[in-house]
């Protein structure tokens, strides 16, 4: 069984956070003084948080690193690990909780997300896929993860689509480009940026079951929790879909650029604004 010895029990989503951000580091002459050995893995946890608070994420990272090897079963460690990956990308939790709980009622998740990267570029994506790939690590499923740790989950798995909705979607601006369509691949038009090549549909559509399985483990209840535990994602979607790398034209591919163009005024959590879809619309209507 997974040790989960330093995550402790939190009255609210936002201690939650400060908690699990370890941004505030205490004691600080305490643990200089009583650890001797630098190379030990209590200072190397308690440097990796210091590192974090000063958002030094290289440093942090590659800090935490050995005692993932030494610590495997220790959920505190990855979620150092995780944290570096995510703060350097640019994932600050605080803030999205409180542009979800005001925004929420006007804007899509997908764009709260993809706004929250802002000149997002390929160097984002590789840092969210990392600190996925740790949180993976500890434990594939929510079953193995505190509540905590899923609710952290959450956010990075639902900025993976951020990351790559701001990447391919936003202009430098933060604003959808105006020929964007999710029914494109980037290259489309003789490589002019139009829409979201096979990858990144497949990371959106990969993300949406790891979202599902995260919130299953999450207890934690009120506010923007609530507001993404509400968003009605499609029943194909939340099991592994078919990727689109393999084959463009599978239905579970489509569906997922559909979603993507599909905004609130149609009941749906993509990118359309006023005119309810983004660009081009409906890439195909999907017969039962």
Partial sequence: MRS???????????????????????????????????????????????????QNWDLAASTIAPVKITQPTNEEVFYLSASAYAGRAGLRVLDLLTTIASDGGTKSLFTIFA?????ADEDTIADIESATAVIEAFSATA??????????????????????LATYAFNSEGVVRENFT???????????????????VDNISTSIPRVVDALSGVTVEGGAIDAIRDVSLPDSLTTTPLPCSSDPTNVNCLLTRNLVNLGPLSGGIGLGTGGQFAGGGICLVLTP
Avoid: W
């Fill in 4 to 54: 989960r010895s330093k995550l402790r029990p939190l009255e609210s989503i936002k201690n939650i956070f400060l908690f699990l951000g370890f941004f505030t580091v205490v004691g600080c002459s305490n643990v200089l003084r009583e650890v001797g050995n630098r190379s030990s893995d209590e200072f190397l946890i308690f440097q990796t948080k210091q590192y974090l608070s000063e």
């Fill in 115 to 119: 706004e929250h990267y802002p000149g």
């Fill in 182 to 200: 999710a029914c494109h691949t980037v290259d489309d038009f003789e490589g002019v940026m139009t829409g979201l090549p096979d990858d990144m």
């Fill in 143 to 164: 079953a193995g993860r505190s509540s905590e740790m899923n609710l952290f989950a959450v956010f990075v798995f639902y900025s993976r689509i951020g990351a790559a």
